[in-house]
């Protein structure tokens, strides 16, 4: 699957963005679940823990990426 994602083109640059903005996104909704009231809040936070998981999936890809960049 790696190799199928570099032959593709995709870069190990692009998989670690993936990785902070996801954090950046977990951050944002975790901050906008402050401003509701209500079970809306108890969402929000878990929609933000969901988002937050992402990332260490990108930046492990990152990592096969990098390593798939170093063969060639």
Do not use: C, N
Request: net charge negative; aromatic share 12%; no cysteine.
């Amino acid at each position: 699957m790696i190799k199928m994602l570099h032959d593709l083109g995709i870069k190990s640059e692009y998989a670690y963005i993936g990785g902070a903005a996801s954090i950046g996104v977990s951050l944002i909704s975790w901050f906008a679940s402050r401003q509701k009231k209500g079970d809306d809040k108890a969402q929000a936070d878990r929609w933000g823990i969901f988002i937050g998981h992402w990332a260490p999936t990108f930046f492990a890809l990152g990592v096969a990426l990098r390593l798939e960049e170093q063969d060639d």
